[in-house]
């Protein structure tokens, strides 16, 4: 990618990231290390070239960096450095601002479990979870459930499930998205049934109180 050739903050920023894929591949990072292979299957239409060319120039640039983990694994993995994660809040806001976004999914358009890690990023309020503990299961309606773990004010896509959660949140992808972003008041779901939320009055109240449904933002009229 060639430089913008500003003397911007904005533009030097893009100049590391804005390149297509760069951030989706900085997303997938935050999950903790992953290998080549993880990266490919987590970035749905990546060419392996493009792949090669993204990660080698974030490492280049300080954002990521390779490492190979100890025996008997031995597989080299990328990760994010101090710099990549600087951009947690950058990938949270526009997680937010993206699920106004959203819409209906097209049946051509991928989707990976783990991503709503992503999306609730946008929705999560750090300061109130600094000294809480909390294991929430998003039920999708098809295949396993996504365990979401929150500890110390931090959130992560747990892979596999070693004891029950605190917190069981039953919904569609649809109805998901429609919460995210305002439209659908949450109150409405539960009424409905379009959202089910199980765990005790503590760890429920937790979960709202963590992640609280953001004000639906008004969509921009023409004018002439």
Same mark, same amino acid.
């Given at each position: 990618?060639?430089?913008?050739?500003?003397?911007?903050?904005?533009?030097?920023?893009?100049?590391?990231?804005?390149?297509?894929?760069?951030?989706?591949?900085?997303?997938?990072?935050?999950?903790?290390?992953?290998?080549?292979?993880?990266?490919?299957?987590?970035?749905?239409?990546?060419?392996?070239?493009?792949?090669?060319?993204?990660?080698?120039?974030?490492?280049?640039?300080?954002?990521?960096?390779?490492?190979?983990?100890?025996?008997?694994?031995?597989?080299?993995?990328?990760?994010?450095?101090?710099?990549?994660?600087?951009? #947690?809040? $950058?990938?949270?806001?526009? =997680?937010?601002?993206?699920?106004? &976004?959203?819409? @209906?999914? /097209? +049946?051509?358009?991928?989707?990976?479990?783990?991503?709503?890690?992503?999306?609730?990023?946008?929705?999560?309020?750090?300061?109130?979870?600094?000294?809480?503990?909390?294991?929430?299961?998003?039920?999708?309606?098809?295949?396993?459930?996504?365990?979401?773990?929150?500890?110390?004010?931090?959130?992560?896509?747990?892979?596999?499930?070693?004891?029950?959660?605190?917190?069981?949140?039953?919904?569609?992808?649809?109805?998901?998205?429609?919460?995210?972003? #305002?439209? $659908?008041?949450?109150?409405? =779901?539960?009424?409905?049934?379009? &959202?089910?939320? @199980?765990? /005790? +009055?503590?760890?429920?109240?937790?979960?709202?109180?963590?992640?609280?449904?953001?004000?639906?933002?008004?969509?921009?009229?023409?004018?002439?």
């Amino acid at each position: 990618m060639k430089s913008y050739g500003q003397w911007c903050s904005v533009a030097k920023a893009l100049d590391v990231v804005g390149e297509r894929w760069s951030l989706l591949l900085v997303r997938e990072l935050f999950e903790g290390p992953k290998r080549y292979s993880d990266l490919l299957e987590g970035a749905p239409g990546i060419s392996t070239d493009v792949l090669a060319a993204r990660l080698r120039d974030l490492e280049a640039d300080g954002v990521i960096a390779r490492r190979t983990l100890p025996a008997p694994a031995a597989s080299k993995v990328y990760e994010l450095t101090d710099r990549g994660r600087q951009l #947690g809040p $950058v990938v949270a806001e526009l =997680a937010k601002w993206g699920m106004q &976004l959203l819409g @209906e999914k /097209d +049946d051509d358009e991928a989707f990976r479990p783990q991503w709503l890690a992503t999306g609730l990023r946008g929705m999560f309020r750090p300061s109130r979870a600094k000294d809480i503990t909390l294991d929430v299961d998003f039920e999708l309606g098809s295949g396993a459930p996504v365990r979401i773990h929150v500890e110390h004010g931090r959130l992560r896509a747990e892979p596999e499930a070693s004891s029950p959660a605190d917190v069981v949140v039953r919904s569609d992808l649809p109805t998901l998205a429609a919460l995210a972003d #305002g439209t $659908v008041p949450v109150d409405d =779901a539960l009424a409905d049934g379009r &959202l089910v939320m @199980e765990g /005790d +009055d503590v760890a429920v109240r937790t979960f709202q109180r963590l992640f609280p449904q953001p004000q639906p933002q008004p969509h921009a009229t023409a004018t002439s």
